[in-house]
Structures are given as C-alpha cells and as structure tokens.
C-alpha cells in the first residue's frame, strides 16, 4: 500500500508532546529556513492550509504544549 505524501499523522509521545508526522510537512519542514521571517509565514500558511491546528484542537491540544515535527520542536499558540 503506497503512502500519501499529504496525510498527516498526530500522535503523542511519554512525555504528552503531539508529534506531528507526514511526508510531505517533514519535508517542508526541513526546507524551511525558521529564522527568516517570509520562510516561516510560508510554514504558517501551508500549515493552516492543510487544517493542522484543527487537527490538533481535535486531540485536545492546548495553549504551550509542545508540539514536535522530525527535529523541530515549538510552543503551541492559538
């Protein structure tokens, strides 16, 4: 069965973090220069785009829990 490059996968680990995992976002991820301001509203965009802040409201996530994607790790904010 080939996997979709888009679908995106929330899980949590021992410690409570939602991980977030799919193809196609760990690979924008690692494309992603997080430390230039256009690169991350790009991020922000695509992000909102494919619904995964929905997603994660709908595994409960809440204000500064922290959320990891392959190597990124960041602080959830609505």
Known sequence: EKEDP???KITR???GDFIVS???LE???AMTNFGNDE???RF???WRIKG???KLRER???EKDTVRISDMEFEYRE
Do not use: P, S
């Open 13 to 15: 680990n021992d410690a």
């Open 60 to 62: 409960g996530i809440k």
């Open 6 to 8: 888009d679908e995106i």
């Open 39 to 41: 690169a991350l509203r």
């Open 22 to 24: 799919g193809k196609a």
């Open 44 to 46: 922000q965009y695509i």
């Open 52 to 54: 995964i802040d929905a």
């Open 27 to 29: 690979k924008l991820v």
